[in-house]
């Protein structure tokens, strides 16, 4: 997983796909927590799963604001 293995263009077309597919979180951290995981000798389930709960936890926060700033408006 570590970027030196990982081709500038997959990287690049891996940033655009995770843009249209609306995954924020993972766009801008996939690379570093690549060469952290390939530091750590994660395994790549591992890898995923904290790109996973990364995103999750970003969408959570974002529909906390949106939902509160919503009653706000009342």
């Known amino acids: 997983m570590s970027q030196s293995k990982e ?3 997959a990287n690049e ?7 249209y597919l609306n995954l924020p979180f993972i766009q801008e951290h ?3 927590l ?3 995981a390939a530091q750590s000798q994660w395994a790549h389930v591992d890898y995923l799963s904290r790109l996973i709960e ?5 969408r959570q926060g974002r529909a906390i604001i949106e939902h ?3 009653l706000n408006e009342f």
């Open 7 to 9: 081709s500038p263009k």
């Open 13 to 19: 077309q891996l940033r655009l796909q995770l843009g």
């Open 30 to 32: 996939f690379e570093p």
């Open 34 to 36: 690549a060469t952290k």
């Open 54 to 58: 990364g995103e999750y936890c970003a």
């Open 68 to 70: 509160g700033h919503g």
